[in-house]
Each structure stands twice: as C-alpha cells, then as structure tokens.
C-alpha cells in the first residue's frame, strides 16, 4: 500500500521520512526472511504523532512498517518458511500510547509489544530480548534529543540496522549552550574536546557538516558500522535543513538499498516542496520575491541538486577508478561500494552510466553478456580506455 501524500499536510518532513521507510523496509525484510529465522522491528519513539490516516494508521512509522512485515510474513509462509516476527513500540505519551495499543491489535500476524514510557529506559531490556542470531531494524525518532547512549545496547548489535533522526535546526540553535544536556553529551561522543571551539568557527553549510559528523560519529563508532549515510530533510518554505535521518548499516547490500530508497525520498522533497510553495504563491502568502531564484522548481530543488551534484562527482570517482587500476581492470563490486557509501547515487545509475560509456567506447568491458543489458553484474570487469 503506497503511502498518501494527502495525509502529511503541515508535516511534509513526516512525508519524506515515510517515503522513505515504506521503500526501504519492504527490501530488507524481503532479504532478512530468506536468511534470518526471526526479525524485530524496534520503533523507539513511536506516537501515533499527527496521524490523519484514521484507524489504519497508514502515515505513522509503526503502521508502515507493521503492513510491510505482515504482507512479507505471509509472502514467505506461502513459500513455506515461518519467519517470527516481532515489533517492540515505545511511547511516552499516555494518550499516544492509549492509541498505540488499540492499533497493535490490528496486526496478529505480528507479536507486537507496545511499552508505555521512555524508550531511554525500555532499550536495554528490548535488545537483551533479541537472540544475537535475530535481526533487528531500530527507529530512533525523538522530537528531541534522547540520551543517545541509552540506545547503545540496541545499535552495537551485530545482525542489526537503524535510522536515527538527528534533529538538526535545534542542534544548530542550542549546541554549544549547556541549555540541551543531552544533545551536549550526543555531540560530545565521539567528538574532539574542542568540538564547541570549532563549531563557532564556521557558519552556514560548513557548520552543518559539522553538526552532521559529530552527530554521525557518535551513532557509529562504538557500534562499528560501516556505513552512516544522512538524508537532509529541508524546511518546506525555506531552503534550509530541519532534520538529518542518519542510517546505519554494516552490509553493503544495506547500503544500496537504501541509496534507491534515498532516490525516492528525495524526489518525494523535491515535489510536495515546489507543490508547498507553488499553493502558497497562489493564495498569495508566500512572501516577497522568497524564491525568485527559481530554486522551488522540483528540477532545482535542494534535494534535486543533491542527486545531480552527487551524479556528477560518482562520473568522476568511477572514471579516476577505473583509470588507475593496478591490473588494468576492475570488477564493478570493487567500485560501487565506495561510490555509494559517500555519494547520493544508486547501484542501477551507475550501471547505466557504465552501459553508456562502453558503448561510447569510453571503457573497455570484455564479456558484457548482450546488448540488452544495461546494468552489469557486481562481476563485470572494467578499464577506463586512456
Ligand atoms: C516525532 S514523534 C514520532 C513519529 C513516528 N516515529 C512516526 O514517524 O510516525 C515522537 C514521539 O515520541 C514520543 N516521545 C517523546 N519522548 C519520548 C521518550 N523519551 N520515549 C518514548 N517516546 C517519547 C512523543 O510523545 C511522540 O509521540
């Protein structure tokens, strides 16, 4: 069930996140039911917050991922494979939680344990829960900053992944102050001691890539993942941050599913950001000349800009590549890793950039299985003809 871009009016942001959810977590729950006996999804700070779907609870977290695991349950249950799956819901709110728990009973294919209270106190219990061989997927996403060392227990497990909401526009307001003393020791992690020194150097976009790598540091280092990819959720009406979703995964498999979940996130940006601001220029309350730079356009949108800046350095890490192999060629599963961990481009793009090349006669491929193919295997060796 594709989520509804009509529920998430004055909360587009929710609607960008969820895109990306209902893309990725269908993927990795597909994977995990092939080689995992048991998966558990982990929703820290759950609600339902502004949820305008009604009882199906289509536009929360909880509900998107409950649906995928459900249709995924009976999908391998069908191929004869009995796949446990469980989802641990925490939620603070005493009405939210009313509301939760009402909702959980609409899955039975699902054990599903709704906990009232602070998932700063439940995280440590619900990962001692989880057998080592079991895989889990957390979502952390507070409207504040959690005492993020809390969430450790569930993040240094091995077979696990998480997206971890980083609440950037406050982080950019009140680090450094003492005010926030959560997001104080968050930043100061895995930071140098004069990491407050440092942010009050730089401003603008330079300040902001710092918030993001302390903030990023801190979610892995002692957990060890190998990859921490970040989707910079905008303001709707201005061009500036709101939120960073931090994604964390040991697997380059993970990786490159969520690259085409990326995709999809940000083209969802792209469009009900320029729909947003072209509503408020109709009803004549966007103010002045804001956007006179075009930049509410979907082709020029912050997030639009980001995948086409990203296609272009990926054009020239690949080349650079595959120019200096030691032995001349490269397999493709030598390259994308690297591309993707750093760059907002997907696996199937740089297939295709790689079909274009060999036949401008760019690079060399031997054995490319037939023209038809447009996307090589991870196999494929590759030079870059000088
Ligand atoms: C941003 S909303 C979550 C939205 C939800 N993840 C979604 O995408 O549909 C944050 C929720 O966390 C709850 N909350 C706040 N602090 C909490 C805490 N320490 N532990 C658990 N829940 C908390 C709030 O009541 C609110 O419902």
Redesign the pocket.
């Known amino acids: 069930m594709a989520i509804d871009a009509a529920h998430y009016e004055g909360r587009e942001q929710?609607f960008v996140?969820?895109t990306f959810l209902d893309k990725y977590l269908p993927a990795l729950i597909g994977k995990i039911c092939s080689r995992y006996d048991e998966f558990v999804y982990v929703?820290?700070?759950?609600?339902?917050?502004k949820?305008a779907a009604g009882e199906n609870f289509e536009d929360?977290?909880?509900g998107i991922a409950l649906n995928h695991m459900t249709s995924q349950r009976l999908l391998y249950l069908s191929r004869g494979r009995n796949v446990r799956m469980r989802a641990y819901l925490?939620?603070?709110?005493p009405a939210?939680f009313a509301q939760l728990r009402q909702a959980a009973a609409r899955y039975p294919k699902i054990e599903v344990t709704p906990l009232q209270?602070?998932?700063?106190d439940h995280a440590a219990a619900i990962a001692a829960s989880i057998p080592q061989q079991s895989f889990s997927f957390t979502?952390i996403?507070?409207?504040g900053f959690?005492a993020i060392s809390s969430m450790m227990p569930l993040l240094q497990r091995q077979n696990a992944e998480a997206l971890v909401n980083f609440m950037f526009d406050f982080a950019n307001r009140f680090g450094g102050t003492d005010l926030i003393p959560t997001l104080e020791a968050w930043l100061s992690t895995g930071a140098a001691d004069d990491w407050r020194e440092q942010i009050r150097a730089v401003s603008g976009e330079q300040r902001e890539q710092l918030y993001e790598e302390l903030a990023v540091e801190a979610l892995r280092r002692t957990p060890g993942y190998v990859y921490a990819p970040v989707i910079t959720v905008d303001k709707v009406l201005h061009n500036r941050a709101l939120y960073k979703l931090i994604f964390l995964t040991r697997h380059s498999e993970g990786l490159k599913v969520y690259r085409d979940s990326e995709r999809r996130a940000l083209d969802a940006q792209a469009a009900t950001r320029s729909a947003s601001k072209a509503k408020r220029r109709e009803t004549g309350t966007l103010m002045g000349d804001l956007f006179a730079d075009g930049s509410d356009a979907v082709p020029n949108d912050r997030s639009t800009q980001v995948i086409r800046r990203s296609q272009e350095e990926a054009s020239r890490r690949l080349q650079a590549m595959l120019a200096n192999a030691d032995s001349g060629f490269r397999t493709l599963k030598e390259c994308w890793p690297l591309i993707l961990a750093e760059l907002s481009v997907t696996h199937s793009w740089l297939g295709r950039q790689i079909n274009d090349w060999r036949k401008a006669g760019q690079i060399s491929a031997p054995s490319w299985p037939s023209e038809r193919t447009q996307i090589p295997s991870d196999e494929q060796k590759l030079r870059w003809n000088a």
């Open positions: 929710a996140k969820h929703d820290g700070f759950a609600g339902p917050w949820s929360t977290s909880f925490v939620e603070k709110d939210s209270g602070k998932m700063e979502l996403d507070p409207k959690p």
